[in-house]
């Protein structure tokens, strides 16, 4: 599980989960890169630091708008921290951004109801969009890293989160109360399920060992 976790580690630059990122940034900026200036981005469920590590600041006439649940402190010129719910951003009229990006998020809003909802409000409010999350069918869950863990029932999903330190952050839930709101936040996706989300979308398969781990869906693009 150490091997796993060490792999799994988002913070650590050599992991394989930051050489992922790195590829899937690259697909990303090679498409941003043609795109006329000036550039409005939204990122649901993003933060700064995201974007400052990978050198998106203080680029002229590039605005990048930030939206969570709580409103995300921003500290750097061209970055603006929202308030707002991925599936209603009724505060931006259609088509009001550039592009919409959203990393990892879908797979916690909700029900596939939610999910659906958040998928028409990117493709509502943006020109384009680029989202990623994981592949259900990975035999690796991302969140807890423990094999086949998305299968389980919630109940035992529980019960594992509760008795051991699980996920590349080793945290424990204090209560089963908590371990089972915690294992509940998370709705993984599969390609056909990604597919019907968000149509006629161009989908990138992001593999590790001929294995899908995790997909990307962008449209909007020429």
């Known amino acids: 599980m150490s091997l796993l976790k060490t792999l799994a580690d988002n913070e650590r630059p050599s992991s394989l989960a930051s050489r992922l990122r790195r590829r899937r940034l690259a697909l990303f900026l090679d498409l941003v890169a043609p795109l006329a200036r000036p550039l409005r981005i939204l990122d649901v469920g993003g933060s700064e630091h995201y974007w400052t590590d990978i050198g998106f600041q203080g680029e002229p006439q590039l605005e990048i708008h930030l939206v969570n649940l709580e409103a995300p402190i921003v500290t750097q010129p061209g970055f603006t921290g929202l308030a707002g719910d991925a599936r209603d951003l009724r505060q931006f ?75 590349w952050n080793a945290s424990v839930a204090t209560s089963l109360a908590e371990a089972h709101a915690s294992v509940s936040e998370t709705r993984l996706l599969t390609e056909r399920q990604v597919c019907s989300l968000f149509p006629g979308a161009t989908l990138y398969r992001e593999k590790v060992f001929g294995l899908c781990k995790s997909f990307v869906a962008y449209g909007g693009w020429t």
Request: hydrophobic residues 40%; glycine residues 6%; charged residues 25%.
């Open 93 to 167: 009229r259609d088509r009001a951004f550039d592009v919409v990006y959203s990393n990892s998020v879908i797979e916690h809003v909700g029900s596939f109801d939610d999910q659906r909802r958040m998928a028409r409000e990117i493709m509502r409010v943006g020109t384009r969009y680029f989202v990623q999350t994981p592949n259900r069918y990975f035999p690796i869950e991302p969140h807890f890293l423990f094999p086949g863990f998305q299968f389980l029932p919630t109940a035992v999903q529980a019960r594992l989160h509760y008795t051991f330190k699980l996920g």
